[in-house]
C-alpha cells in the first residue's frame, strides 16, 4: 500500500464499535434544579425606591442565579394592572441579561364573608394571572386566608377559599399559568392541610408554592418532604419554625429533599430582614449552591 492511500485512509472517521447508544448511566447527567431570587429579599429597598427592578435583574445576573420571581407589589401601579409598557419592558430586560422569570405574586385575602370583598380579591388575581402570561411566567404566587381556624370556623373559610379558586382555575388554566398557593403560617400550617386544599381539585394548574419556612409543626423537615408531591415552586428560607421559635435552617438536610423529590426547575432563596441584601444574598446564595449542588 502507498503512501499516499495509508494518507487517505487515516482521515476516515473510526467505525463504532456498536451502533446502540451509550447506557444514560456513562451520559453526564445535567442538573434540573437552578436557583432563583425572590425579590422580597430586596422588599425595603425595592419599596423605598433604593434599587429598581432592572437593577434587581442585573444583581442577579451578576450573582449566579438563573431567574428572579418578581412580586406584583414592585410593579409601578400594584394592584392595578401595569401597562404593558412596564411589563414587556421588564421581560425584555430580564431576556437580555439571561435571567428567567420563574413567578411573579399577588398578596390576596380569601376569607372576606363579604361576597363584594372577596369578588374584589378574584378580580385581583385574575388580572395578575393575565399579568403573568404576558410577563412570561409560569407561576402566579397566591395565598388562602391570613388567619388560621379550626372547627366550624375553618370550614366555613375553607368554603370561601374553594369558591375563589373555582373562579380562578379556569382563567389560569386559559392563560397556560399555574396558581401557586403558599403556605405561610397562615390558614395553612402542615403538609395534611395544603393536600387537603389542592389535591381534590385534581387541577394541574393548580399547587404549591412550598414555604421552607413557616410549616407549624413538631418536625418541620417531614412536613417539607411530605408536601414535595404538591410543590410547582419554592420560598427557599433561612429559618424555618421549631417549637415556634425561629431556627436556622440546616441547608444539607433541606436540600436532600429537594433533590430526592423529583422536582424539576427553579428553586427560589427568600432572605428577610436583611440589612445589606446586596452584600448578605450573595452569602445565602453560596451557601444554598454548595448544599444543592
Not at 499516499?4 to 434540573?32: E, H, R, Y
Not at 425584555?92 to 361576597?115: C, P, Q
Not at 373555582?166 to 390558614?187: E, K, R, T, Y
Not at 433541606?254 to 450573595?282: A, F, H, M, S
Request: charged letters at 25%; proline letters at 6%.
Amino acid at each position: 500500500m502507498g503512501d499516499d492511500q495509508k494518507s487517505n485512509n487515516s482521515d476516515q472517521l473510526p467505525i463504532p464499535k456498536s451502533q446502540f447508544p451509550v447506557p444514560n448511566s456513562q451520559l453526564p447527567v445535567p442538573n434540573s434544579l437552578r436557583l432563583s431570587l425572590n425579590a422580597y429579599s430586596f422588599n425595603d429597598m425595592l419599596m423605598k425606591k433604593q434599587i429598581s427592578k432592572d437593577e434587581v435583574l442585573a444583581f442577579c445576573a451578576k450573582t449566579g442565579f438563573s431567574a428572579v420571581d418578581m412580586t406584583g407589589y414592585y410593579f409601578s401601579t400594584y394592584p392595578v394592572t401595569p401597562s404593558d409598557e412596564e411589563i414587556f419592558g421588564f421581560k425584555r430586560k430580564a431576556h437580555e441579561l439571561g435571567i428567567e422569570i420563574s413567578g411573579t405574586g399577588v398578596r390576596n385575602e380569601f376569607s372576606y364573608e363579604d361576597d363584594a370583598a372577596l369578588n374584589k380579591e378574584i378580580d385581583t388575581v385574575k388580572r395578575w394571572i393575565e399579568v403573568a402570561a404576558k410577563m412570561g411566567a409560569p407561576v402566579l404566587r397566591i395565598f388562602t386566608a391570613k388567619a388560621y381556624s379550626t372547627g366550624d370556623q375553618r370550614k366555613k373559610i375553607r368554603d370561601r377559599i374553594v369558591k375563589a379558586l373555582d373562579a380562578c382555575l379556569p382563567v389560569a388554566a386559559s392563560h397556560g399559568i399555574i396558581l401557586g398557593i403558599q403556605n405561610h403560617n397562615d390558614f395553612l400550617h402542615t403538609a395534611d392541610e395544603c393536600s387537603e386544599l389542592i389535591t381534590p381539585f385534581n387541577s394541574q394548574w393548580l399547587g404549591l408554592v412550598l414555604d421552607t419556612g413557616t410549616f407549624v409543626a413538631p418536625d418541620p423537615y417531614e412536613e417539607i418532604r411530605k408536601a414535595t408531591p404538591l410543590a410547582v415552586n419554592w420560598q427557599l428560607k433561612e429559618k424555618l419554625l421549631i417549637d415556634g421559635k425561629q431556627t436556622m435552617m440546616e441547608l444539607p438536610k433541606l436540600c436532600k429533599i429537594i433533590r430526592e423529590c423529583g422536582y424539576k426547575g427553579n428553586v427560589p432563596i427568600e432572605t428577610l430582614g436583611l440589612n445589606d441584601p446586596l452584600n448578605e444574598v450573595p452569602v445565602f446564595f453560596e451557601k444554598v449552591r454548595k448544599a444543592l449542588f
